[in-house]
């Protein structure tokens, strides 16, 4: 048995129930929560302020990512290196309470979009094992895990097409291919509201070409669908934790 988790968001208490146990947890990324879209909570309110996440979370999600942008460079236009040091003591403190959650179990992570890949490493568990992109063997499986988010808004977690393809052709034929992104198909890859694309091509051509029985993977909160066929096969998104407070169990057989 090998359990997932993926987009955790700060979840340090569901974590700390769900994450001990006798079987491999693998996490796919996004461990920490900048905003909440539900309630708008999270690190960039607590460093900058309610209103301001508000009027953020209003733009971002009637589509203006634009304005979005530009209210943001505003907001703290000025107090550039202030802020920077402020959400830099938020997102350390919250990978120490989210990554201490992992304290001896066998855990196997990688990074998602929103992840500071170097400030998640250093604040693991010598019990966690942290893979940017590589195999290991579980339960008989050789399973590929590869960090990374689709471009977006210039996040640290994400990657381009072109990087994700490089660390996919690395990794080579596999069982079991876990990613944060989803790969291009629609309705994996955008959200019932909203409904903006995030699909990887490189995951999706990956597929194809190899086609590994399973493949997992997180990021898409309300996903059009949860599970899809890709050729032989078989695409499955593993659930917002933050949300449900449930681990994904894949049962090999």
């Not at 994450?19 to 796919?28: E, H, I, K, M, Y």
């Not at 903006?196 to 490189?202: D, F, I, L, T, V």
């Amino acid at each position: 048995m090998i359990r997932l988790v993926s987009d955790v968001h700060g979840a340090v208490a569901a974590l700390a129930r769900e994450a001990p146990g006798d079987s491999p947890l693998l996490v796919l990324g996004d461990l920490i929560n900048f905003i909440d879209y539900r309630d708008n909570h999270g690190i960039v309110s607590e460093v900058a302020g309610q209103e301001f996440v508000d009027e953020v979370v209003k733009l971002r999600s009637g589509g203006d990512f634009t304005s979005a942008g530009e209210l943001w460079r505003t907001h703290s236009k000025g107090r550039e290196d202030a802020f920077r040091l402020a959400y830099a003591d938020a997102i350390a403190r919250a990978y120490n309470e989210i990554c201490a959650t992992l304290e001896g179990v066998e855990a196997y992570v990688t990074y998602g979009n929103v992840d500071n890949p170097s400030v998640l490493e250093s604040h693991l568990p010598a019990s966690a094992t942290y893979i940017e992109a590589g195999v290991i063997e579980l339960d008989g499986l050789t399973i590929g895990l590869v960090g990374g988010g689709v471009p977006t808004i210039n996040s640290p977690g994400e990657i381009s097409d072109a990087e994700m393809a490089d660390r996919l052709r690395e990794i080579g034929s596999v069982d079991m291919l876990c990613t944060h992104v989803a790969p291009a198909v629609r309705q994996l890859s955008a959200d019932v509201i909203g409904g903006r694309e995030k699909g990887s091509p490189a995951v999706l051509a990956y597929l194809l070409e190899h086609q590994p029985p399973r493949h997992y993977f997180g990021d898409i909160h309300q996903p059009q669908a949860v599970r899809w066929d890709v050729g032989r096969t078989v695409s499955q998104n593993v659930g917002y934790f933050r949300a449900t407070g449930r681990v994904f169990v894949h049962n090999a057989g």
